[in-house]
């Protein structure tokens, strides 16, 4: 059964970098057919997609936090993690993990988010 | 971006009740379309892929339709498990994008 689970801290101060990291167990992601996938959902709002790292070490960005994000993996501990720098109360959210489906056929686009860590709380303030 | 469009915003509907929400594409995404519910405070879960393929272990009361620019999330007969709020999201074109959710609601 594939689990995530995110973890990171809870507060980060504004102007500072918020770095999460996603464990991922009972699948390898040094292997296709997945994206692993960043998406965040700030209070009472909605979802946004933050981003993906494929196992190649290829990454996409959403263009609004390009300037700003890193997303990179560690394979020797199944792990894959998000770096956000400049942070503002606007970051505020609940940071989901999640295991995009590549369509290993004929695109291999991303087509759907099948399993979702439980999402982490972080709070941008001083 | 492409946006994506829900209406209604929010539903009240009684148990046995059939619900249909309806996400609109400003671009056709053909069939590049998935559907999530969720919970208050848990993660979204994942209904249905490529705009009509139901995810496995999700009740066959769900179902989605369309291609394009307008898809529909059906719920045949409304269970007390359902209330939740709705979200579809693209993945025709990059950057993808969510809809704004439906709340499903005890009328």
């Known amino acids: 059964q594939v689990q995530l689970l995110e973890s990171g801290p809870g507060l980060v101060k504004p102007s500072q970098t918020l770095s999460l990291t996603c464990t991922v167990s009972?699948?390898?992601?040094?292997?296709?057919?997945?994206?692993w996938t960043w998406v965040r959902q700030n209070p009472g709002m909605g979802l946004e997609w933050i981003g993906n790292i494929y196992y190649s070490g290829s990454t996409s960005y959403n263009p609004s936090l390009k300037s700003r994000l890193t997303i990179s993996q560690d394979k020797s501990k199944n792990q894959f993690s998000l770096k956000l720098t400049s942070v503002t109360a606007a970051d505020t959210a609940v940071y989901f993990c999640?295991?995009?489906?590549?369509?290993?056929?004929?695109?291999?686009?991303?087509?759907?988010?099948?399993?979702w860590g439980q999402g982490t709380t972080v709070t941008v303030s001083s | 971006d492409i946006q994506m469009t829900q209406s209604p915003s929010t539903l009240s509907a009684s148990v046995g009740d059939k619900v249909t929400i309806t996400c609109r594409a400003s671009?056709?995404?053909?069939?590049?379309l998935a559907w999530y519910q969720q919970k208050p405070g848990k993660a979204p879960k994942l209904l249905i892929y490529m705009a009509s393929y139901l995810e496995s272990g999700v009740p066959s009361r769900f179902s989605g339709s369309g291609s394009g620019t307008e898809f529909t999330l059906t719920i045949s007969s409304l269970q007390p498990d359902d209330f939740a709020t709705y979200y579809c999201q693209q993945y025709g074109t990059f950057l993808w994008t969510f809809g704004q959710g439906t709340k499903v609601d005890i009328k």
């Open positions: 009972g699948a390898s992601i040094n292997g296709g057919g997945s994206y």
């Open positions: 999640a295991r995009d489906q590549e369509d290993i056929v004929r695109t291999h686009k991303p087509y759907a988010m099948d399993i």
């Open positions: 671009q056709n995404i053909d069939w590049w």
